[in-house]
């Protein structure tokens, strides 16, 4: 046999030589859960080992990321109640605590690349990603309330606005009012492809923004359509996205990949609290090994052709990297 597979298989040095596939701590993205008030780290029980922050132990907890070499982090605000209403007045407001921290961890880490998420749904009244109307979720008339959570945000530090609310035309909108107020180097990462999912769960306990009545089904995606992911995705290139998304991950691997072979922009993965959470109680009840688990679930992702990922594993992974523990 002249061609003998097995041959670059034979020790870790040549396994590395011979490795398609590549994932630096500096391809994911963190998600962190932030709160107001101060002494706060609550763990989502849902979500082990994730916590919704204050922002005086948030900061500590960003320091300690940069120093293993993540330096990307996207904030999920946990918005009190009272604080809710049903047009989200509150999420462009200027006592915002979610703009106030972004401004504060910009100051203090100008390095961190640091994304936000731009919906309704944590500043709602109804739960919804967008302004309900007698039961039913309008398009055009969320537009313009996306903008200016959009520019507020902007306003605030960020680097990239990430729309996840799956309005019609919500890039374009968004892009065109970002750079009327001169914010024209502020990324846009689109929820391209975010499907209608059973594997939200954990993430909307942490947030407490599940609808209050109905589901999303009329603007999130069909879990069974492929070719739909492609129509969004012409939409949100032609609209001015810098980066497009596909949410979740693991079971839509295909449409990663989809997206990855037919754009020529980076293509980012949101592996989901659900997907975090079921790999955890499988290693906590010992019927699979963490250690190997976590990196083959990410690497995964990023084979199938995301150049990010965001996933609760970042600072894991990172730790692992780090220390040389991988492969």
């Not at 979610?98 to 640091?114: D, G, N, R, S, V």
């Not at 970002?178 to 929820?191: Q, R």
Request: aromatic share 10%.
């Amino acid at each position: 046999m002249f061609r003998r597979p097995r041959r670059n298989r034979k020790s870790k040095a040549v396994r590395f030589h011979a490795q398609e596939t590549h994932l630096h701590p500096r391809q994911l993205i963190y998600p962190l859960f932030l709160v107001d008030g101060q002494g706060i780290k609550d763990e989502v029980k849902s979500l082990p080992e994730n916590y919704r922050w204050s922002l005086d132990l948030l900061l500590p907890e960003i320091e300690s990321c940069l120093e293993i070499g993540l330096d990307s982090f996207v904030l999920f605000p946990a918005v009190a109640d009272h604080l809710k209403d049903q047009v989200a007045s509150y999420s462009y407001a200027e006592d915002n605590f979610y703009l106030k921290a972004l401004q504060t961890i910009k100051e203090k880490f100008p390095e961190a690349c640091l994304m936000t998420d731009v919906a309704m749904d944590p500043y709602s009244s109804d739960g919804h990603d967008g302004l309900v109307h007698n039961g039913e979720i309008l398009n055009d008339e969320t537009l313009d309330i996306l903008a200016k959570m959009s520019v507020a945000q902007a306003q605030a530090g960020a680097d990239i606005i990430g729309p996840s609310d799956m309005m019609d035309g919500r890039v374009g909108y968004i892009r065109e009012s970002l750079d009327e107020e001169g914010f024209t180097d502020v990324s846009i990462m689109s929820y391209t492809a975010k499907y209608a999912s059973a594997f939200y769960g954990p993430f909307r306990d942490a947030l407490d923004s599940a609808p209050k009545s109905g589901d999303k089904k009329t603007y999130q995606m069909n879990p069974a359509n492929q070719r739909e992911a492609l129509v969004e995705a012409d939409l949100d290139y032609a609209e001015g996205a810098d980066y497009m998304m596909v949410k979740p991950a693991l079971p839509y691997l295909d449409i990663i990949q989809l997206l990855k072979t037919n754009y020529d922009i980076p293509i980012a993965a949101y592996n989901v609290s659900g997907e975090y959470a079921m790999l955890m109680a499988a290693c906590q009840n010992g019927w699979l090994d963490f250690e190997k688990a976590m990196p083959e679930m990410l690497l995964s992702i990023r084979r199938a052709g995301a150049d990010v990922i965001l996933t609760y594993f970042a600072k894991a992974y990172a730790k692992r990297f780090r220390d040389g523990k991988l492969g």
